[in-house]
């Protein structure tokens, strides 16, 4: 269940695993649409989604572009809200959160991954990390953060003397530097070549491997998916089928 806390922001505790399920639920989305109104046009980027992540998993969520998959994420991390169904984190329903608590959800609960950077070309590498463990409940040294990333020998660099593989583990570093429960990954691969995507993706797994971290990966390239526990695919704002890998591929062994 979640409960709210002394200031009002969400306190997580997770619910019990479906009877058919061997690991705690983290998310259950039931029926979720997302509708966007442009003047007389409707536009249906979710047409009820049911789906669960759980505790520790590595989920890759597949689709093509407009199947909804980036729109889902948005909701799953408290970014955007849906139109009908429930979005339930821990048992609570996200949308019968307010805004400052939702401030908190994503503050306390999450890290996000972007397919552009963000970083601040101003600061160094442990600098940009700082912005957010300076605001964290609990966070991890920005040095042990960039590390875990493999970026230990990077920190005092900037943004311009990075590579766009090295930035984006920065970013990383950045998101997993709260010790967030869920990683949230948003075609974190979509602006590399292979080699330094995998480079990426290498970050990634060893965040969720390593820190537990419940992990959703959004990407179109079917390649990826080799690599989680189990594949989601969408298409046309619907959970079109579940794969579950019986072996995660490393990603090391992926090519694309």
Not at 1 to 7: A, F, I, L, Q, R
Not at 23 to 46: N, P, S, W
Request: overall charge negative; some cysteine.
């Amino acid at each position: 269940m979640v409960v709210h806390g002394e200031h009002g922001d969400l306190v997580a505790t997770p619910e019990p695993a479906a009877p058919d399920a061997t690991r705690q639920v983290v998310f259950r989305a039931e029926g979720v649409t997302k509708v966007y109104r442009m003047g007389d046009v409707e536009i249906h980027a979710l047409r009820g989604v049911d789906l669960e992540l759980y505790a520790g998993e590595l989920a890759v969520m597949l689709g093509a572009s407009g199947s909804g998959k980036s729109t889902l994420l948005n909701i799953l991390g408290g970014l955007d809200s849906a139109t009908g169904g429930q979005v339930l984190y821990g048992g609570r329903d996200l949308a019968g959160a307010g805004e400052k608590a939702l401030t908190a959800f994503r503050r306390d609960h999450v890290g996000f991954v972007f397919q552009f950077y963000n970083l601040i070309s101003s600061l160094t590498a442990r600098e940009n990390v700082a912005v957010v463990t300076e605001i964290a409940r609990d966070p991890m040294p920005p040095e042990e953060a960039l590390a875990l990333v493999g970026l230990a020998d990077r920190v005092d660099h900037f943004p311009s003397q990075l590579s766009g593989g090295e930035q984006q583990r920065v970013a990383i570093a950045r998101a997993i530097a709260k010790r967030p429960a869920v990683l949230l990954c948003d075609e974190p691969t979509g602006a590399l070549d292979s080699k330094t995507g995998v480079q990426v993706l290498t970050a990634i797994e060893r965040i969720n491997r390593e820190l537990g971290t419940t992990t959703a990966v959004i990407t179109h390239n079917v390649v990826i998916g080799e690599m989680a526990d189990r594949v989601i695919h969408l298409s046309d704002g619907r959970v079109s089928s579940v794969e579950v890998n019986e072996r995660r591929a490393s990603p090391t062994e992926l090519h694309w």
